[in-house]
């Protein structure tokens, strides 16, 4: 069995979500660019899954972006057929 992944605190995860979000949902960013940012929302929300529910991150982030966040990990379990 892995042992579970070293976490980061909610600070820094809402920070680099946050940055990550903005750079996903800008249009108008190099589509490489949102793919990466894309890859990185998954890395962090994989390895901080409770850390990402939390009041704290959330009220960091905004609800727009707590929004997104919620639709990208529903789409990410449905491609990975956890849904």
Known sequence: MNPPA???????LAYELRAAIDVARDQRAP???RWAANARIARLVTENPK???STHVRLRLGM???AWL???NLRLRKRSGRA
């Open 6 to 12: 070293e976490t980061i605190p909610q600070r820094v």
């Open 31 to 33: 589509t490489p660019n």
């Open 51 to 53: 850390g990402w529910r």
């Open 64 to 66: 727009s972006r707590y």
């Open 70 to 72: 919620w639709e990208f």
